[in-house]
């Protein structure tokens, strides 16, 4: 059974950091990401990697600042979160797919056929 599980979430003040993780369990995957949830918005892309890690790709709100990384001999991916802001308040989502994404459509989430169950980050001002 395929299953990926989120940690590292919480309550951090304005310029902060954090660093979220996500462990996959049942299978290896060639590209990892993570979307992030705002409240009443839509999910959006955050950061994605692929298998090797020499290929990296963020949302322009958040280069600069996050960083992706993978270590594949754990199976898990993470998300250092730097000088954090209100707006980055949302429920964060690591993403898997067996395939690389042709076609820099990283930021995607409709292509992505694994799901964590999500993690919370509060950023206070």
């Known amino acids: 059974q395929v299953q990926l599980a989120e940690s590292g979430g919480g309550l951090v003040q304005a310029g902060g950091s954090l660093r979220l993780s996500c462990a996959a369990s049942?299978?290896?995957?060639?590209?990892r990401a993570w979307f992030r949830q705002p409240p009443g918005k839509e999910r959006e892309f955050v950061a994605a990697?692929?298998?090797?890690?020499?290929?990296?790709y963020y949302a322009d709100s958040v280069k600069g600042r996050f960083t992706i990384a993978r270590d594949n001999a754990k199976n898990t991916v993470y998300l250092q979160m730097n000088s954090l802001k209100p707006e980055d308040t949302a429920v964060y989502y690591c993403?898997?797919?067996?395939?690389?994404?042709?076609?820099?459509?990283?930021?995607?989430?409709?292509?992505?056929?694994?799901w964590g169950q999500g993690t919370q980050v509060t950023v206070s001002s």
């Open positions: 993403a898997a797919l067996p395939l690389p994404i042709a076609g820099g459509n990283y930021y995607r989430p409709e292509l992505y056929n694994s």
């Open positions: 049942g299978r290896t995957f060639s590209t």
């Open positions: 990697i692929t298998w090797s890690g020499g290929n990296t």
